[in-house]
């Protein structure tokens, strides 16, 4: 399991100076809309520059007609800095396609991920918008997901391994709504713990909140990853 940290503080200053406290660590950053419409790819150099080995995963969940999905994927791709970024399963398997197919050639190209629910829902919010219950209407996106040759999802650790049984072991699942050690859910509706995490073959925790709202984020990092 890795763990994947969000950046998602008001200004690149606060973000970077997180990132210099825990250069050392095996890490994968998340930059989301915050972040990216703000400082742009300028930030995701400034944070490759103070550790190459940093990866980086870009949450900017595109959603839009298939040919302006791919041409946003191709830009990214082409930056030679993400190694993830994501899209929405239900923009549709034709879009979904459309993206792999377009960025396959790309040599090291991101790994590309499909958000199915987002954590903020309750069944009850789910269910008002696309009329079936989250668990269910989450496994059929990352089976659409699958079929469309996207290397895994963004689910709630509730849904983890129910989508691996139903697609693949090796289907990524990158889980946010994570809070190690039973912190403060915030607006979060769905969170998990690690051990849960663990149990349901998690691949990536994403955590924000606490570990940035935290007094001594180096601590908390370094205390998720030797329980992960
Ligand atoms: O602070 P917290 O740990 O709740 O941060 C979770 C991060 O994961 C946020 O950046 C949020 O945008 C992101 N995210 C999420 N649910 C998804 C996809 C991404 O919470 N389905």
Request: hydrophobic share 40%; with cysteine.
């Amino acid at each position: 399991m890795k763990l994947c940290i969000s950046l998602d503080l008001p200004s690149a200053k606060e973000n970077l100076a997180i990132v210099k406290e825990i250069k050392d660590f095996d890490v994968w950053l998340k930059v989301g809309l915050r972040s990216y419409i703000r400082d742009g790819k300028e930030f995701l150099e400034d944070l490759k520059a103070i550790n190459p080995k940093f990866k980086i995963f870009l949450d900017l969940k595109l959603y839009d007609i298939p040919n302006t999905m791919a041409d946003a994927a191709e830009e990214i791709s082409k930056f030679g800095l993400v190694d993830i970024f994501n899209v929405h399963a239900s923009a549709g398997e034709n879009a979904m396609q459309t993206v792999m197919e377009r960025i396959k050639d790309i040599p090291n190209r991101p790994l590309v991920l499909a958000v199915t629910a987002l954590t903020s829902f309750d069944n009850e919010s789910f269910k008002a918008i696309y009329n079936e219950d989250i668990s269910t209407k989450a496994t059929k996106l990352a089976k659409d997901t699958y079929n469309s040759g996207v290397d895994g999802v963004v689910c709630s650790a509730f849904e983890s391994l129910d989508i691996k049984k139903n697609t693949s072991d090796s289907f990524i699942t990158l889980c946010p709504g994570i809070r190690p050690f039973g912190e403060d859910a915030g607006d979060q509706k769905r969170v998990a713990d690690i051990p849960f995490a663990k149990e349901n073959s998690v691949d990536f925790i994403v955590v924000g909140r606490p570990i940035y709202k935290d007094t001594n984020p180096k601590d908390v990092v370094k205390k998720i990853l030797e329980n992960i």
